[in-house]
């Protein structure tokens, strides 16, 4: 999923891992170059390949000087 793909703010955003808590940090790493890691989630309305607009959980990774990076899409959520 691409940051384009986001319709709208993101929002109830929370910190899930950070630091050495993040499971896949040695591939973060390798992949997006260092920085302070934190893994975070929030709800937002996102626009799937087919066009359809959902409401959904979704998680990222950001670091300071590389920015928010790997968006999942990790529950639809039917009722806001």
């Not at 910190?15 to 975070?40: N, P, Q, V, Y």
């Not at 959980?57 to 806001?80: F, L, Q, R, T």
């Amino acid at each position: 999923m691409k940051p384009e793909d986001i319709v709208g703010k993101v929002t109830h955003i929370e910190t899930i891992a950070e630091g050495s808590g993040i499971r896949e940090l040695l591939r973060l790493r390798r992949a997006h170059g260092d920085g302070r890691r934190k893994k975070k989630k929030g709800l937002a309305h996102v626009r799937l390949p087919g066009g359809e607009i959902i409401y959904a959980e979704v998680h990222w990774y950001e670091a300071h000087g590389v920015g928010k990076v790997e968006y999942k899409i990790k529950h639809p959520i039917h009722d806001e």
